[in-house]
């Protein structure tokens, strides 16, 4: 059964635009290189609900295939710069993932 990846950033005060964009495309990208990454999104929360998300100010789902690929794409190495980012632009990141039925 499929498994969503949710994980939401705390971005630092300081990060820029340009930072969050370059980080955007490093994250979109590794859609076709890890295998078993059926789709992947990254956005701000929608306004309606922005009060809500306790600081966390953006955030992605990906869609994995099956419950052992979350290891996989956990060590890939497009993945890698995507965490290297993190590091250098969060102060905090909470990840869950849940597997569901199609």
């Known amino acids: 059964m499929p498994v969503y990846h949710v994980v939401l950033f705390k971005l630092k005060p300081d990060v820029t635009a340009e930072q969050v964009d370059k980080w955007r495309d490093l994250i979109l990208a590794m859609k076709g290189q890890v295998p078993g990454l ?18 966390f100010n953006v955030g992605l789902v990906a869609i994995l295939d099956k419950v052992d690929t979350v290891p ?5 190495a497009a993945h890698q710069p995507v965490i290297q ?7 905090d990141s909470l990840a869950y993932d849940m597997e569901f039925e199609d």
């Open 38 to 55: 059926l789709k992947i999104s990254f956005g701000k929360p929608l306004p309606i609900t922005a009060q809500r998300a306790q600081g």
């Open 72 to 76: 996989i794409y956990a060590q890939h």
């Open 85 to 91: 980012m993190k590091e250098e632009l969060c102060t």
